[in-house]
């Protein structure tokens, strides 16, 4: 073995240099930002618990029908199937007492809190929450004022079944954006 042998050639057509003239790393078509198609997000409704709730209903029916019909003497149907069917009619009824349509979507959201907020708002952000006992849904919005560097934020919670109001909260921002190049 000679002293060339461990060289890596540089002048070829294989060489790392040729390489990276070939290579070049890109994105597909299919996910260029500019040839996204982007459609508009549906958040799910929240009634869609009442789908299991059904399904919990009829088998505990199931269940007492089975046992009326073999008996509590029969080796595989026994009063167990009772107590599982009573879990489950409660499991069921919780279902579908918690399952609230969600009628007020992030933008009606959006507008409600713009409209209580009380200052002109630039960025803005929504999340689905629930709360309560029952599931409640709710939209929690952060936003911040228009200015640049935003001057005041405000945090409000809105009811996603009615629209109303639940709590808020607005406060001079207290970040400090001087490092932000404008």
Request: charged share 25%.
């Amino acid at each position: 073995m000679s002293a060339d042998d461990d060289v890596l050639e540089t002048d070829g057509p294989d060489s790392e240099a040729g390489l990276a003239e070939e290579y070049r790393d890109e994105l597909p078509e299919d996910l260029q930002p500019d040839l996204v198609d982007v459609a508009e997000y549906i958040f799910p409704n929240n009634d869609r618990r009442k789908i299991p709730a059904y399904l919990y209903l009829g088998t505990a029916v199931l269940l007492v029908l089975l046992v009326v019909w073999r008996g509590s003497d029969a080796v595989l149907v026994n009063n167990g199937m009772l107590f599982a069917a009573a879990i489950l009619v409660v499991v069921g009824a919780y279902s579908f007492v918690s399952g609230y349509g969600t009628d007020v979507d992030e933008q009606e959201a959006l507008v409600a809190a713009i409209k209580h907020i009380g200052f002109p708002v630039g960025h803005a952000s929504a999340q689905m929450g629930w709360r309560g006992l029952l599931s409640r849904p709710m939209w929690k919005i952060l936003l911040y004022s228009a200015e640049e560097p935003p001057k005041h934020r405000g945090f409000v919670v809105v009811d996603a079944v009615d629209g109303s109001i639940i709590e808020d909260f607005v406060e001079d921002n207290p970040e400090d954006w001087s490092d932000v190049a404008a």
